[in-house]
């Protein structure tokens, strides 16, 4: 591997410092030039970077310069072009998501880690969920519920008590947020190839709002997912430090 290297930080001061330092070392080159690229941040600029370079033949390796390194490695500014050489890389495609609003205006965008439905008033929502075109459950009563992959389990999901996912499982995890009815719901495990639709009951009277990867649609009344085989994300981790390593330790902490 060569030396050319794009370097991008987040506002915060410490990746700012970092990035200061790493490119007076490294130097730096625009990402489209890039064999590499190094992101400085926390897990939401990784996401971010990812977002913005997919369209790019460089992988994306992470320093943590953050308050959440899930997706990160460890800073170090030694060693740097040695490290990227021995790292180990992860594969991951991203969820499509398509969600229509109440004005008939259709939204599409893309989920590296979940594409989350959350009420957007004081009563509870209502949901109709079907997968692969067949209704599974007629009216989910909730605070919301969302659809991850693998890489996204140890977000939002693993905080609504869903389940960790290996990355090489080929399974996304369906888990709603606070479930009125049917009592303790917890969602389940679908194969990655599943198509899920969510249809707003009630949307005037219960607005939904739809998030995916933090881009949001206001007052949905349908969102449908699905993973996106036509989009990889290349994400590089210092050996024995990988997503899958990462996912089994969390399950023993």
């Known amino acids: 591997m060569s030396r050319r290297i794009a370097f991008l930080a987040s506002d915060a001061e410490l990746a700012q410092d970092a990035n200061n330092e790493l490119t007076a070392y490294y130097g730096n080159v625009p ?23 997919q369209n790019l033949p460089a992988p994306a390796y992470g320093m943590n310069c ?23 890389e ?20 893309l989920a590296i880690n979940e594409v989350s439905l959350l009420r957007a008033g004081p009563q509870a ?17 909730c605070d919301g519920a969302l659809l991850c992959t693998p890489a996204g389990s140890t977000a939002y999901n693993y905080s609504a008590h869903g389940p960790i996912l290996p990355i090489g499982s080929d399974v996304l ?27 707003v009951l009630q949307p005037e009277k219960r607005p939904v709002m739809a998030d995916a990867d933090t881009r949001q649609v206001q007052d949905v009344i349908s969102v ?30």
Not at 35 to 53: C, E, K, N, R, S
Not at 186 to 193: H, S, V, W
Not at 232 to 252: K, N, Y
């Open 125 to 141: 929502a209502k949901l109709q969920i079907s997968v692969d075109g067949r209704v599974r459950l007629d009216e989910l009563v």
């Open 224 to 253: 449908e997912i699905k993973s996106d085989g036509t989009v990889s994300h290349r994400i590089l981790f210092d050996p024995g430090h990988g997503l899958e390593e990462r996912l089994i330790s969390e399950q023993f902490a």
């Open 173 to 199: 995890a369906l888990t709603a947020m606070a479930a009125f009815r049917p009592r303790r719901w917890r969602g389940a495990l679908l194969p990655k190839n599943a198509t899920v639709r969510f249809d």
């Open 66 to 88: 953050g308050t959440v390194g899930f997706l990160m490695n460890e800073y170090n500014p030694d060693g740097l072009v040695e490290r990227l050489i021995a790292a180990q």
């Open 90 to 109: 992860e594969v991951i495609n991203p969820l499509s998501m398509t969600a229509v609003d109440v004005r008939g205006q259709v939204h599409h965008a």
């Open 31 to 53: 990402p489209a030039e890039a064999d590499v690229i190094v992101a400085l941040g926390g897990d939401g600029f990784m996401l971010q970077t990812l977002h913005d370079t």
